[in-house]
T-cell receptor, first 112, second 114 residues
Framework: GENVEQHPSTLSVQEGDSAVIKCTYSDSASNYFPWYKQELGKGPQLIIDIRSNVGEKKDQRIAVTLNKTAKHFSLHITETQPEDSAVYFCAAQNQAGTALIFGKGTTLSVSS | EAQVTQNPRYLITVTGKKLTVTCSQNMNHEYMSWYRQDPGLGLRQIYYSMNVEVTDKGDVPEGYKVSRKEKRNFPLILESPSPNQTSLYFC?????????????FGPGTRLTVL
């Protein structure tokens, strides 16, 4: 079945720096790749997503890139702020659309 | 407000005592799913439902049951809980099945089985 690996597991940056989280997936039939942010005590919340027919997508300070050939995708956060501190999960949707396979998460800490 | 709700939010129980965690969504979503989240393991799918009376196993279904008698509700049942089911549980829903639809997550239920 699908497997998603996520790196790094923890990331500490200074306010204003950029943060990059990388994920690789195993099933070439996966077609949708969302990124979720989870704050303490809350459920995961979608922050950005990308479809398999798109190479890059940007939303203000957040961008996602997808390399289908290499089967990896990355989250880029620019001009980080303390409120960006959270756990971030990447995921890959199976072709049937019945499941999201999640990476193990990255704890991002932004210090001011 | 469009949302997924779960109850209870926190539960401490003992081995073998049957329990049900409720999940409800008000977005008229066809698809609903349960995940468990464990430290260092991310989120893993337990069961999902494509529509009323249609359910199927995810990656870690052992020890769990679900039912989908109404579109808005998708309860998770632990008939004989064991300590290895101590975890943080999330219910999620989305519109439709195929395609690129966002999954909305509930706030989570933290379960401790002693």
């Amino acid at each position: 079945g699908e497997n998603v690996e996520q790196h790094p597991s923890t990331l500490s940056v200074q306010e204003g720096d950029s943060a990059v989280i990388k994920c690789t997936y195993s099933d070439s039939a996966s077609n949708y790749f969302p990124w979720y942010k989870q704050e303490l005590g809350k459920g995961p919340q979608l922050i950005i997503d990308i479809r398999s027919n798109v190479g890059e997508k940007k939303d203000q300070r957040i961008a996602v890139t997808l390399n289908k050939t290499a089967k990896h995708f990355s989250l880029h956060i620019t001009e980080t702020q303390p409120e960006d501190s959270a756990v971030y999960f990447c995921a890959a949707q199976n072709q049937a659309g019945t499941a999201l396979i999640f990476g193990k998460g990255t704890t991002l800490s932004v210090s001011s | 407000e469009a949302q997924v709700t779960q109850n209870p939010r926190y539960l401490i129980t003992v081995t073998g005592k049957k329990l049900t965690v409720t999940c409800s969504q008000n977005m008229n979503h066809e698809y609903m799913s349960w995940y468990r989240q464990d430290p260092g393991l991310g989120l893993r799918q337990i069961y999902y439902s494509m529509n009323v009376e249609v359910t199927d196993k995810g990656d870690v279904p052992e020890g769990y049951k679900v039912s989908r008698k109404e579109k808005r509700n998708f309860p998770l049942i632990l008939e004989s809980p064991s300590p290895n089911q101590t975890s943080l549980y999330f219910c999620a829903s989305k519109w439709g099945r195929a395609g690129y639809n966002e999954q909305f997550f509930g706030p989570g239920t933290r379960l401790t089985v002693l």
